[in-house]
């Protein structure tokens, strides 16, 4: 191993020296082919899937893309000139089909220079509305699906700043939109406006637990932007284009109509605004309005929520979760908390949920309680209700069918949250009188659609339920050899037709109908493999023992050529992995991996390098395990290096590597991931850790599933840190983070400070800061380049 280190170090100190002046750079032929490509369109379905509508974008944007204007605050990223998210993903053309239809029609009357998004379909199906940005601004488009024909219904004055500014009126005549304020005042610049005071904080003595947050607001200045960029006035707007104003101006984090359209929901953000949490536990306000806009009744109000119990199954106390009940026409629904929100607090149910029924002025019923926390409801198109609670702690999760005419209930689901053996599915969907999605129900039976992980494999699966007995039969089961199904919709239960999605490792994901009863399948759409030189790759799942028992798999591939049974040389092997907390070992050991999932390279992988005649092990399981009380991080160490030992030992045993070349690379926890196993074990050449977070002081009170804070378990902390440990790590590392990450806990500081110490400490490490990139990169520039750096580090360790 001393060996491996100096020879990979060495070729390592040729390309490193304080600072390099380097331009952007492309990556070798093999790697450029197949991340310059350009992806399929996205497909959206009406319910009755009558209408495909194809969306297409560009693969990459670029890097002028992200150099616009932007401000960061309440955890928001706004360009303030046009007044929509500075990270938005636009979308540049549309075509339109009949699902039985063989070609896609373009639509015509697109703006030029298309930047679409915000797509949605009418109550009736039969339009859809779009929003386009401009230079100065945010339009919005109607689009009439029949003639393929889309026009504009108004000016750039828009407000999105707070996500989609429009929603339909229930007539599909008429839209809610969120507009600029006319007498909107200018922003204030703080590098030039002068502060009028120091700013000042204070503490009150209560204990609470908040992570390490982005893009908050830090001063007056920023308070005052804030909200100048979420006010608007909201308009009704017509088709025709006629506007009537429908509300006056507030800040707008919410517009629902009810089922029914009689009614509307208003949420608004009030004061005190907050410098150490989001916008989203800002105060809020809830009214409901008439479809007039006349004031009904307040129904919610939210302080400040500041203090939080420890806890991921700790949640604020009062009414939250407040919505419409999908089955009726004018009711609401919504949880509170009986605990007081403290998952430590020992009690027999934690919250109750409540139904309000409109005019709102008797007082909420209670409909039911939850043993656990409350997760969700769901509503049907007959006679039942379904209700999920879940437990972090123990991961558990229940459902409940609740027979509403009779007010009883029965548990259909008790399980591990993360046991996918034992998932029975999804309900099946169908939309209901009000245009909302419900539980399809039919003569007392409903489907539940499931992925049907095995520990022999993959087999989706339908399951007819009777909802009286509970009692279940199945209805179709994938048995397609050689390709994988995920099956989407039930067209239509008689005839046995239903929508698919079929693939294989070199066949490109695409929609089929499919009849259960005949086994044929009629292609709906007919993608392309943009990947067709890595089609002949060998892929396998393979599957594997760490030292202590617990099954883990992981999928390899082998470039082309590769003799298996007689291989003249021994490849290098890349490792790209995430760790996943679990609290016991079957769980931990379960497969969702699929040898016919089409193989789709990107820059999350180390795929690409299979054409460069490396072995690659994508998406190994590193389960980090806790039973009982024992905390999984407790023992993250010896359970991290112990997985990556046993993924070596797997495919050294297949007789395909160099054990002595190995590395390993991840991002975000990955990146953590690969910053210990370098300081910590000697199976690695070298490794490559992205947008991660080193020391683990810098986030204090929580990190992924961390419920505890440092002062709890100061040596836990300490111990996982990379920082704190970083006169160990002596194996070359490749170190990439985006200059303006926005995820909470791995600031851009979290690389900058761990390159610092490394190189302080003589550890042989390069640093790529990649200019305006947030936490996942986009700008084609720097993903390019990601490309080219880590080809050239790769090759130098192992190759040169």
């Given at each position: 191993m001393k060996l491996k280190l100096t020879i990979c170090l060495l070729a390592f100190l040729n390309i490193t020296n304080a600072q390099e002046n380097i331009t952007y750079q492309k990556p070798s032929a093999e790697i450029l082919q197949l991340a310059d490509f350009q992806r399929a369109p996205s497909v959206m379905m009406d319910s009755k899937k009558n209408w495909m509508v194809f969306s297409y974008r560009d693969t990459y944007k670029t890097l002028d893309d992200l150099n616009q204007d932007e401000m960061k605050l309440g955890g928001l990223r706004i360009n303030p000139i046009t007044n929509i998210s500075s990270s938005i993903t636009y979308i540049n053309n549309l075509k339109v089909r009949k699902l039985n239809d063989k070609m896609e029609v373009q639509v015509k009357g697109l703006p030029e220079n298309a930047k679409i998004t915000s797509l949605t379909f009418s109550p009736d199906e039969k339009k859809m509305a779009f929003t386009n940005t401009v230079s100065n601004g945010v339009e919005l488009w109607i689009l009439d699906l029949a003639s393929a024909t889309a026009k504009k219904i108004s000016n750039a004055n828009l407000n999105a700043n707070l996500g989609s500014p429009y929603l339909w009126f229930r007539d599909s005549e008429n839209l809610l939109v969120k507009l600029l304020p006319n007498n909107r005042p200018a922003l204030l610049n703080s590098q030039k406006d002068l502060p009028t005071g120091p700013i000042v904080s204070t503490a009150d003595g209560k204990v609470s637990q908040n992570r390490t947050y982005q893009d908050l607001l830090r001063n007056p200045q920023d308070e005052k932007n804030f909200e100048v960029l979420t006010s608007s006035e909201v308009f009704k707007i017509a088709l025709n284009g006629n506007s009537k104003k429908f509300m006056d101006q507030d800040l707008f984090a919410g517009l629902s109509f009810s089922p029914n359209g009689e009614y509307l929901m208003t949420t608004t953000i009030q004061k005190p605004f907050s410098y150490i949490v989001p916008l989203n536990r800002f105060p809020m306000t809830t009214h409901i309005y008439d479809k007039n806009g006349k004031m009904v009744k307040a129904v919610n109000n939210v302080p400040l929520t500041e203090i939080m119990p420890k806890g991921f199954s700790s949640v604020r106390t009062g009414r939250r979760d407040m919505e419409w009940r999908d089955d009726q026409p004018a009711t609401l629904v919504f949880a509170e908390a009986l605990d007081g929100g403290d998952q430590s607090k020992k009690a027999d149910f934690r919250d109750a949920i409540f139904t309000w029924e409109a005019p709102f002025s008797g007082a909420p019923k209670e409909f039911f309680r939850t043993s656990q926390r409350y997760d969700n409801v769901s509503w049907s198109n007959g006679d039942y209700a379904l209700v999920t609670e879940n437990w972090y702690d123990t991961r558990n999760t229940k459902a409940y069918l609740i027979n509403l005419k009779n007010n009883t209930s029965?548990?259909?689901?008790?399980?591990?949250?993360?046991?996918?053996?034992?998932?029975?599915?999804?309900?099946?969907?169908?939309?209901?009188?009000?245009?909302?999605?419900?539980?399809?129900?039919?003569?007392?039976?409903?489907?539940?659609?499931?992925?049907?992980?095995?520990?022999?494999?993959?087999?989706?699966?339908?399951?007819?339920?009777?909802?009286?007995?509970?009692?279940?039969?199945?209805?179709?089961?994938?048995?397609?050899?050689?390709?994988?199904?995920?099956?989407?919709?039930?067209?239509?239960?008689?005839?046995?037709?239903?929508?698919?999605?079929?693939?294989?490792?070199?066949?490109?994901?695409?929609?089929?109908?499919?009849?259960?009863?005949?086994?044929?399948?009629?292609?709906?759409?007919?993608?392309?493999?943009?990947?067709?030189?890595?089609?002949?790759?060998?892929?396998?799942?393979?599957?594997?023992?760490?030292?202590?028992?617990?099954?883990?798999?992981?999928?390899?591939?082998?470039?082309?050529?590769?003799?298996?049974?007689?291989?003249?040389?021994?490849?290098?092997?890349?490792?790209?992995?995430?760790?996943?907390?679990?609290?016991?070992?079957?769980?931990?050991?379960?497969?969702?991996?699929?040898?016919?999932?089409?193989?789709?390279?990107?820059?999350?992988?180390?795929?690409?390098?299979?054409?460069?005649?490396?072995?690659?092990?994508?998406?190994?399981?590193?389960?980090?395990?806790?039973?009982?009380?024992?905390?999984?991080?407790?023992?993250?160490?010896?359970?991290?290096?112990?997985?990556?030992?046993?993924?070596?030992?797997?495919?050294?045993?297949?007789?395909?590597?160099?054990?002595?070349?190995?590395?390993?690379?991840?991002?975000?926890?990955?990146?953590?991931?690969?910053?210990?196993?370098?300081?910590?074990?000697?199976?690695?050449?070298?490794?490559?850790?992205?947008?991660?977070?080193?020391?683990?002081?810098?986030?204090?009170?929580?990190?992924?599933?961390?419920?505890?804070?440092?002062?709890?378990?100061?040596?836990?902390?300490?111990?996982?840190?990379?920082?704190?440990?970083?006169?160990?790590?002596?194996?070359?590392?490749?170190?990439?983070?985006?200059?303006?990450?926005?995820?909470?806990?791995?600031?851009?500081?979290q690389t900058e400070r761990y390159f610092q110490a490394l190189k302080n400490l003589g550890a042989p490490v390069r640093m790529v800061l990649l200019p305006k990139e947030a936490h996942g990169y986009a700008a084609k520039e720097n993903i390019m380049h990601v490309l080219w750096e880590q080809d050239q580090f790769l090759e130098k360790c192992f190759k040169k």
């Open positions: 029965k548990i259909i689901e008790d399980r591990n949250s993360q046991d996918v053996y034992s998932d029975p599915g999804n309900f099946n969907r169908t939309k209901n009188q009000y245009g909302r999605n419900v539980i399809d129900i039919k003569n007392n039976r409903a489907f539940l659609i499931g992925d049907g992980f095995t520990k022999d494999g993959q087999k989706p699966f339908i399951d007819e339920l009777d909802l009286a007995t509970q009692q279940k039969k199945r209805w179709y089961t994938s048995d397609l050899k050689g390709s994988k199904e995920d099956l989407v919709d039930i067209l239509d239960a008689q005839k046995g037709d239903i929508l698919i999605v079929q693939q294989s490792s070199n066949l490109y994901p695409n929609y089929y109908v499919r009849n259960v009863k005949s086994k044929k399948s009629t292609p709906v759409t007919t993608f392309a493999n943009p990947f067709e030189s890595i089609k002949d790759v060998y892929k396998e799942v393979i599957s594997y023992k760490r030292n202590d028992g617990v099954v883990l798999s992981g999928t390899l591939y082998l470039p082309p050529n590769f003799d298996r049974k007689n291989p003249k040389e021994k490849l290098p092997l890349l490792i790209w992995a995430y760790p996943t907390e679990y609290k016991d070992k079957n769980t931990a050991g379960q497969n969702t991996q699929n040898p016919n999932d089409f193989t789709f390279p990107s820059y999350g992988s180390f795929i690409y390098w299979v054409t460069k005649g490396y072995a690659v092990l994508d998406d190994a399981a590193f389960p980090i395990i806790g039973e009982g009380k024992v905390e999984p991080n407790d023992t993250f160490i010896p359970q991290l290096v112990a997985n990556g030992k046993a993924a070596i030992d797997a495919v050294d045993k297949l007789g395909y590597i160099d054990r002595n070349k190995v590395a390993v690379g991840g991002h975000s926890y990955g990146a953590f991931m690969t910053a210990n196993l370098l300081t910590h074990s000697e199976d690695y050449a070298c490794g490559i850790a992205r947008s991660g977070a080193y020391n683990r002081t810098l986030t204090p009170f929580g990190f992924q599933r961390e419920q505890r804070n440092y002062w709890d378990v100061p040596q836990i902390y300490n111990t996982m840190s990379p920082f704190m440990n970083a006169d160990k790590m002596k194996t070359p590392m490749l170190l990439i983070h985006g200059d303006a990450d926005n995820n909470p806990g791995t600031f851009t500081l």
